[in-house]
Each structure stands twice: as C-alpha cells, then as structure tokens.
C-alpha cells in the first residue's frame, strides 16, 4: 500500500490522525496533514483505509495495486 | 392537484425523544434524494442517503454561501442575518481555506490534548460544585452549559463573566422561531461585544487565540476587526452550544440505557470512551435542522438531477441511521459499534473545526460523570423532560437529576 496526501486539499479536521496516528501528524505551524509513513506495514492497512475513507476533504489517496 | 410535497423539519414521535421524525424516516426510505417544502415555500431537495450526502457535501460545485440565489435557509431571522455571517462556514473555496488555515492550528489533535488536563480540573471542579449544592440539580445549568462554554472562553480568550450575555444570545440564535429584527438585533450585539474585546487584545495581547489573530491577522491586514470579530462569535456559539447539547442529551439516553451506562461507568479503556463518544455522536445528531448548500452547476446526486441554482439539505440523522451503512441496526445505540465515520459532524472542507475539542471534552465528561456520581437519575419521568424541538440544535432545555 502506498499512501498519498494532498495537503491543498486538507482542512485539517484530524480525523486521519485519530484514525492512524503512527502513519499521519499535523503540522505544528497550521494543523495541515504529514505523511509520516508512506508505505505503512500491513497491520496498518485498515486504519488507514478508515483514515482515507473519513478524511472531509478527500485529500488522503491509496494505491493499492 | 393536491400538494404532496412533505414540509422540512417533521416533528419528533411522542415518547421517542432520540430518535429522528417518523415521517422524516419515512421519507428517506422512499429514496435518498426528495423535495420538501420549507418555511418560506421554496421546494428544496432533502438527501436523506448517506452516501449521497458525503458525495453532496464533498462536491465543490456545491456551495454553502448563504447570500447565494436558492441558498435554503433555515429560519427567516436565519435568512435575515445572512449578512452578518460571514465567517469560513459560509464561504466556498479558494477564499474558505484560507480563513480555516488561520485556526486549524488551534484546533489540531495534539494541541487540543495538552488541554485535556484543564478540561478534568474543570469537569471535576463543576462536579464538586454540584454535590455541595441542592438536589434536584439542573444538569444543563449546572454541568453541561459550564463545561465548554469555561473550556471555549479560555481558549479564545473571552472573559467567562460574561457568560450570562453570550449564552443567552446563541440561545436565542439558535432558536428557529425568533423574529428577524431580534437576529439582527442579538448579532450586532455579540459583534459589537467582540469588537470590543478585539479592541482590548490589541492594546494588550494574552496567551489566547483571538490574541494571535489580532497580531498574526488584524495586524498585518489579512481580516478587518469585524471579521475577526464574527469568526470569534462562531467559535463562541459553535464551542458550547453544540458540546453542551451532547452532554446533556447524551446523559439523558444513556440514563435510559443503564447497561451501558455502566459499562462506561466501569472501563478502564480510554478506546471504549472514545468510541461511545462517536456512538453517541451518531446515534443523537444533535444538528437536527439540515446541513444547507445551494447547487451552483447542475449535479446528480443519487440519480436525481439537481439543477444550478436549487437547494439542498442533507439529513444527517437519518444518514446516520442508514441500514447497511453502520453494522448492526443502526437505530440502536451500541457503545460497542464502530460508528467513526459517522455524518455528525459534517462533510465536505466544512466539517467541524473544532471536531478534536468536542472530542476531548465528550471523553473527559462521560468518563468522569458517572464514575463520581454512580447514582445519578433523573429526577423527573422522561415525558416531562423539555426537549429542544424549536431549536437549530437539538437538546434538552434542562435536566433535572438527583443522586
């Protein structure tokens, strides 16, 4: 799984980051949305398919191929 | 021909105070896209389907700029004060992010928990503070209303004092059935008193938020004073009333489900907490009146054209209820149930900003509450409990408990 973030489309609700926390942050300076991981282990995949089917602002993508 | 159109809202069953209008229910079990007819006669269409409504509020050629032809709005004095609301809730995008990017930062998880100890001390404080005093006590006066609204006026820095004045204004705001010229009335009120208070930050900054958005936005000549004046008075109002609302309604239909309230009573699981806390968000979708956008190109949404120009209400409660959308049934509430992508909060770029801090604030109450007072019960039957029918955001008007 590789993770894709699109930080103009972010609105920095944080849902991502309450979802996975190890694999998304927010930056300090204005909450908008870190990739801390861009190919997260297989344990967690399904936080992050919840992180990417919660984000508002459609900005998280999943390349699953 | 006889005028089949349904009227939006619907009253709530007798009895059954947490569920949505049968007939609003009803209606959606028809189809997730239907018109209804509102309070000024217009005809705008209603979604009722989850999905749909993600796909509706997700959609930038919808808008949610209420000076817009068609923009349905919720009351007339909500229609009257359309000029007075002009925070990042009303604007489309490019101009919508970069007002919310001037206070994501406030609101960003990591900082909302470094307040989580403040948020306890000032649960725990309130809580003495009901023991020590008479019994029945009002939940709602006394716990629910306090809690955020001590949490949200030190954040941004108003003075709490004040509480009486600006509680009672988003009160009557809030309220669908006051007149035009009180809106306006009340909004220049509030503005005027945030002005004010702008004007004191600017002489003296604190530690606060409205302090940073003087310097950083007042200052350099990025927002007016009456800008930074109205964003302030929606994060006042959105701060306390909505979270106030949760707390109170919350307790009263977890007080109707004693297993479950003991469950959370007992944990020791701060997971449980949080997600009784989306359970709850779910199940009660205290924002009752609609989430309204207005089509600016013609778009389908669940099969149904809507043109340029027509209006849009998504229901929430109902889509929160959808069969198939959530595990189980959906019209129960399970503390256990993984409810997180629930519509409570919104969606689209507007989903609440301060979505983390209700959060907080809903955990730290329900895992403290019922643990300090195990006994607590209403001190009235449910059926005389006044709940808040006429209101933008449903609730109760007050609770009466006993312990």
């Given amino acids: 799984m590789k993770v894709l973030i699109d930080q103009d489309k972010c609105v920095g609700a944080g849902q991502c980051v309450l979802a996975a926390p190890d694999v998304f942050d927010q930056r300090d300076e204005d909450g908008i949305v870190v990739l801390l991981q861009e190919y997260p282990p297989a344990e967690l995949h399904e936080d992050v398919r919840q992180a990417a089917r919660i984000c508002p602002a459609l900005a998280i993508e999943l390349d699953e191929a | ?403």
């Fill in chain 2, 1 to 403: 021909m006889t005028d089949t159109i349904p009227t939006f809202p619907m009253t709530r069953a007798k009895g059954c105070p947490f569920d949505p209008s049968p007939e609003l229910t009803e209606l959606g079990e028809k189809g997730p896209v239907n018109r209804v007819r509102i309070w000024d006669g217009s005809t705008p269409w209603l979604i009722t389907g989850y999905e749909e409504q993600r796909a509706a509020l997700a959609d930038p050629r919808i808008s949610a700029d209420v000076r817009k032809e068609g923009y349905p709005h919720v009351s007339e004095s909500g229609k009257a004060r359309r000029q007075h609301l002009q925070a990042f809730i009303t604007m489309d995008n490019p101009e919508h992010d970069v007002h919310r990017r001037m206070l994501t930062r406030d609101f960003m998880v990591k900082r909302i928990e470094k307040l989580r100890p403040r948020v306890q001390e000032i649960v725990d404080g309130l809580i003495d503070q009901m023991l020590a005093g008479p019994r029945p006590a009002d939940l709602v006066r006394d716990f629910a209303l306090p809690v955020p609204s001590l949490v949200i006026c030190e954040l941004l820095g108003v003075p709490y004092a004040d509480h009486d004045f600006f509680q009672r204004c988003s009160s009557r705001l809030l309220n669908r059935t006051v007149s035009a010229e009180e809106a306006l009335a009340i909004s220049d009120e509030l503005r005027n008193y945030l002005i004010k208070l702008v004007a004191a930050k600017d002489a003296e900054p604190a530690d606060d938020l409205l302090s940073r958005l003087v310097v950083e936005q007042l200052r350099t000549g990025a927002l007016t004073d009456v800008e930074v004046a109205d964003m302030a008075v929606l994060l006042l109002i959105a701060g306390h009333e909505t979270t106030a609302n949760m707390i109170a309604l919350g307790t009263t239909a977890l007080l109707q489900h004693p297993e479950q309230l003991a469950e959370l009573r007992e944990t020791e699981d701060p997971k449980l907490v949080a997600n009784a806390v989306e359970e709850l968000l779910r199940y009660l979708h205290i924002v009752h009146s609609g989430r309204r956008r207005v089509a600016t190109e013609d778009i389908e949404i669940g099969g149904q054209l809507i043109r340029a120009g027509e209006g849009l209400i998504a229901a929430g409660e109902i889509g929160n209820r959808e069969q198939g959308a959530f595990e189980g049934d959906p019209g129960e509430l399970d503390i256990h149930r993984q409810s997180r992508h629930h519509v409570a909060f919104g969606y689209g770029i507007h989903q609440c900003l301060g979505q983390p801090l209700a959060r907080m604030e809903l955990q730290v109450v329900y895992s403290t509450l019922y643990r300090r007072i195990p006994t607590l019960r209403l001190a009235v039957p449910l059926e005389e409990i006044e709940f808040k029918h006429d209101m933008i955001v449903y609730g109760v008007h007050s609770l009466p408990v006993e312990w």
